[in-house]
Structure formats: structure tokens, C-alpha cells
């Protein structure tokens, strides 16, 4: 487990960090004969054998009114506030991750924190009572109960922390009550389903259906968007030329090998995407080296993990190695492409996949709605999927993002604690050397390398995923001047939305102009 100095120096990537102590006061309003704020004191104590938080309140005079931070700052900054025996106390009940978000976290699940959280609501609580309602402290009150998981009062809060200031929204409270929602209508679903299970002696995880596998040759582009895009069915297509020339881990090298990548690894518990973290900088060529020494049947530590090179922007990093890449007819069509220079998305794939036999990327869903295809050039991969429908019997969370986090384990599955997955309607694949998978649009999935792998992927847009897209877009906007600008193309009435089939493969130079 991590040393409690290792989880303050992650935690300390938190910008709001405080850099000394402060004392929190609860601003009131001022009149003749006004009330003294409240000063917070915290006190640790022995109870059971167990460390538990308790709160005294006090009174002191206070002329300035503080906004409220939101739960992840104030968690923080209490956190640091805490006495060394306290961290210690708790050191091997948190995440082994530098990941700040993933050890934040860990701390708010430990019942010290759920008991500081607690008394924040009721002090944020008596500030309304005081001072009237103001949309920093509904705002503030609406993240704790988030984090709480109370999230139908969640949501409440932060429905009127953005209506107190509607004449000047802050677009942040806005975004956090998207996400929010995402989360109610989640737990609003799982407990409607609820209803419709068997008995618990009846439940079962149901048997993995077959992917479809067709031939390019059999397979136009006008069919592939009627049977599979359009009505999000995952499809594995085999006979299409991707590169001019084979794509190997030599040649890899050969063109990218001094370029200096970022190598991710599975984090149990992680709160980032497919449950993958940053692991260490190193050059493709040593990457190479490293994975190329170990065997396909060799036991992977998850704590000596060699590490996943992992969606790795070739157009971004490496340009020499993407001019040999043909864009697949099915997805040719990319509206990504129709947007001005420097848009959002319009450089970013394909990128690039490498990894040992073993490695995986837990169950996620692709970004902003937009469907996804990958090219295997060597190796397998195991691929389970679940449609678009599925996703609320996955037990997703939205810890900080828009973009879920499953806490259905899949390899794994207890349904006497998730019965949900009885629901499900799985399916399941092997894609290998020379083949192309579809992936829909919002479709949850998981994949394992069965042997050591190369492939690479892109993201894309077209009519079948332009909904979900433009759904995603208007939250991420809210906080992301880049999502906007491509919402406001997108929406323009001059935007060509007309889909466009091809018969071939188009060359990289010819996709781009």
C-alpha cells in the first residue's frame, strides 16, 4: 500500500490544495445586532478502537463572507489538516495509486471522512437558515450529498444553486448538475428494473452472444450503416487492406522508436476511465524491448505491470507512421473531418495500441458519444460488449466526469450484490491479426490482449452516434471552450450532414484534404 507521504504528494496534485492551515468560517449576514460566525474545531477521539471525527462549534467574529468550496476541496484541505496518527490509521484502507482523484477517493469512502462530510451538510445547512439560500453554498451542499451518494438531494441543491444565479450562470455548477442527472436517471432506472428480477435463487449472468464477422467483399458501406451503425450492433469485418505496408513492432520502432510515451496500467478502484492510470515516461523503442523479452503465457503482476501503450495519437505524435494507414470505407465518412483546422477530435486518431498478453482496459464506454473502430496487426484481443440499454445494470458511477465508471466486475460477477446483471445482454468476440471491429456508440465494453498486440483505433461521427454526440457535447461545453466550438459547428445550418459511402479504402492523405 501506498505510504501516507506518497498519498499527500498525490493528493497535493489537487490545485485547491492548501499550502498551510486554515480555519473554515461560516459567513452570516451583517445587521445591528449581528450573530458571530461560527469557527469549526475538529476533534479526533478513540471510540471502539476505531478513529472517529467529531465537531465542536464555537464563536468568533468574521466581516468577510468566504464562498463555499465543493466537496473535493474541502476534503482535501480537512484531510491535510489531520493528525499524522489519523493518516497512519487509515494508510492500508486507501487506493495503491499517485492517481490524486483515485486517492481522494479512497479517503471519502473511509468512515472518518463520511462523518466530516456529514457535519458539512448540516453546517451548510445552518448557514441557509442564517443567511438565506446563495447558489456557492447550495452548490457546495449539492457536491457532499453527491458524494454522499444521495443523489436525488444532489440534485436538488444544484438545481438551485443554478437558478439562484440564473442571470450569470456559473457554468461549473451547471456541469456538475449535468453529471449529477446522469446519475439519478442511473439509480432511477436500477431501481425500476429491481422489480422485474426472479427470485435471488434464479439469477444468473447470461450467456455471451457471438459477434457477427463479415467479409469486406459481402459487405457494403450502404449495408454496414443499415444492419450495424445505425442500429448499433458491433460487427467484426475481415478482408480490408489498412496499411500500405505491415505495421509491425520493428517497424514501430523504426519510425517512432525515440518518441517518448506515456505507458498506463489497471488501478483496482481507480476513478479514471477503463480503470487505467498514468504509469511511468518512456521511448517506444525500450517499450518495445520490455514487452518483445516477456512470453504470451507469462503472469502478469498488477503491481510490476510493464505497462500498456495506450491510445497513443499517431497525427499528434508521430505523422510518419500514420501516412501509411488507410481509413476503412465504413468509416470514411467522419464528420470529425468537415470541421475547421485545430477543431477538437479532428487530429486526434488513429492512434496506437501495444501491450503484453494480459494487459486490460476494464469495462468503459468510448468518449463524447462517438462510435469507434480498431485494426488489429498482431496478436488477439478478447472483447466483451453490452448494448447502449445495458448500461445502467453495469453500475456506472460519475465520479468526475461525464464519462462512466463501471462497478459491475464482469470477470468476476456476484449477483447476490449487483443482481442487475441478470438484465444484461452481453456478447463477446475474439479480434485477430488482420481483422477490423465496429464498436457503437455508447456501448460498455471491456478488453483483454491474449497475446502480445498491436493495433490501432479511431474515434468518429456520422448520423447513426450524431445524437449521442451532440447530447455530450452540450454538457462538456459548459466547462470546455473546445467541446463549445465544435457544438456551435456541428449546429451550424451550413454543417453538411449528408452521409457519404464509399467502395474502398481511402488513403490517409486523401481522408485528411
Known amino acids: 500500500m501506498m505510504s501516507v507521504c ?91 495509486s499517485e492517481n490524486s482523484d483515485t486517492v481522494l477517493a479512497g479517503i471519502m469512502r473511509l468512515e472518518i471522512t463520511q462523518s ?91 450467456v455471451y452472444q457471438k459477434v457477427d464477422r463479415v467479409s469486406a467483399e459481402d459487405l457494403t458501406s450502404e449495408r454496414f450503416y443499415e444492419e450495424y451503425s445505425s442500429k448499433q450492433r458491433p460487427v467484426i469485418i475481415t478482408g480490408l487492406r489498412v496499411t500500405g505496408s505491415p505495421m509491425s513492432p520493428q517497424d514501430i520502432k523504426t519510425h517512432a522508436g525515440d518518441c517518448v510515451v506515456t505507458l498506463k496500467h489497471s488501478v483496482q478502484n481507480s476513478c479514471e476511465w477503463a480503470r487505467l492510470e498514468n504509469k511511468e515516461k518512456i521511448t517506444v523503442s525500450d517499450y518495445i524491448d520490455r514487452i518483445e523479452g516477456l512470453d504470451d503465457e507469462s503472469q502478469l503482476d498488477r503491481n510490476a505491470s510493464p505497462g500498456y501503450l495506450f491510445d497513443w495519437s499517431l497525427p499528434i505524435h508521430c505523422p510518419r507512421l500514420v501516412e501509411k494507414i488507410r481509413i476503412p470505407r465504413y468509416f470514411a465518412g467522419d464528420f470529425l473531418q468537415r470541421t475547421s483546422e485545430g477543431s477538437l477530435y479532428r487530429d486526434s486518431w488513429p492512434s ?21 473502430w480498431m485494426a488489429v496487426f498482431q496478436g488477439s484481443k478478447r472483447w466483451v460488449f453490452f448494448p447502449q440499454s445495458d448500461l445502467p445494470y453495469l453500475y456506472p458511477q460519475y465520479p468526475n466526469s461525464m464519462d462512466p465508471v463501471f462497478e459491475a466486475d464482469i470477470r468476476n460477477p456476484n449477483l447476490e450484490n ?7 445482454h452481453p456478447s463477446e468476440c475474439i479480434l485477430s491479426e488482420g481483422e477490423v471491429l465496429f464498436v457503437p456508440a455508447g456501448c460498455p465494453h471491456r478488453v483483454e490482449n491474449l497475446t502480445k498486440s498491436v493495433a490501432i483505433s479511431a474515434n468518429f461521427v456520422d448520423l447513426s452516434n450524431w445524437d449521442n454526440v451532440l447530447e455530450e457535447l452540450e454538457l462538456n461545453a459548459l466547462v470546455d471552450p473546445r467541446s463549445q466550438d465544435l457544438l456551435q459547428q456541428f449546429t451550424s445550418l451550413t454543417f453538411d450532414k449528408k452521409m457519404k459511402f464509399y467502395n474502398s479504402e481511402i488513403p490517409w492523405s486523401e481522408f485528411k484534404s
Not at 450529498?145 to 443523489?151: A, G, P, T, W
Not at 496506437?352 to 462510435?371: I, K, M, Q, R, Y
Not at 449487483?418 to 444484461?424: F, K
Open 116 to 206: 466530516f462530510m456529514l457535519s458539512e451538510v448540516t453546517r451548510l445547512k445552518d448557514i441557509i437558515k442564517i443567511n438565506g439560500p446563495s447558489s456557492d453554498v447550495q452548490a457546495a451542499l449539492g457536491s457532499f450529498f453527491e458524494k454522499l451518494r444521495d443523489f436525488d438531494s444532489a440534485k436538488h441543491h444544484l438545481e438551485k444553486a443554478v437558478l439562484l444565479n440564473s442571470d450569470n450562470p456559473d457554468s461549473e455548477h451547471k456541469w456538475l448538475l449535468g453529471r449529477v442527472s446522469k446519475q439519478v436517471k442511473v439509480q432511477r432506472d436500477q431501481r425500476s428494473a429491481l422489480h422485474s428480477l426472479p427470485s435471488s435463487s434464479n439469477l444468473s449472468m447470461p
Open 418 to 424: 449487483q443482481p442487475l446483471l441478470h438484465l444484461t
Open 6 to 96: 506518497e498519498q499527500e504528494e498525490a493528493a497535493e496534485m489537487i490545485s485547491e490544495w492548501p499550502v498551510i492551515e486554515q480555519e473554515v468560517h461560516v459567513p452570516v449576514k451583517k445587521s445591528s445586532n449581528s450573530v458571530p460566525l461560527t469557527k469549526r474545531k475538529h476533534k479526533v477521539e478513540e471510540e471502539n478502537g476505531v478513529q472517529s471525527f467529531k465537531t465542536k462549534r464555537a464563536h468568533t467574529l468574521c466581516t468577510s463572507n468566504l464562498e463555499e468550496p465543493l466537496v473535493k476541496v474541502a476534503v482535501a484541505k480537512w484531510w491535510r489538516r489531520q493528525p499524522q496518527e489519523v493518516k497512519n490509521h487509515y494508510t492500508d484502507n486507501l487506493p495503491f
Open 352 to 372: 496506437l495500441f501495444v501491450a503484453p498478453a494480459g494487459l486490460c482496459s476494464e469495462l468503459h464506454v468510448d468518449a463524447f458519444g462517438s462510435n469507434f
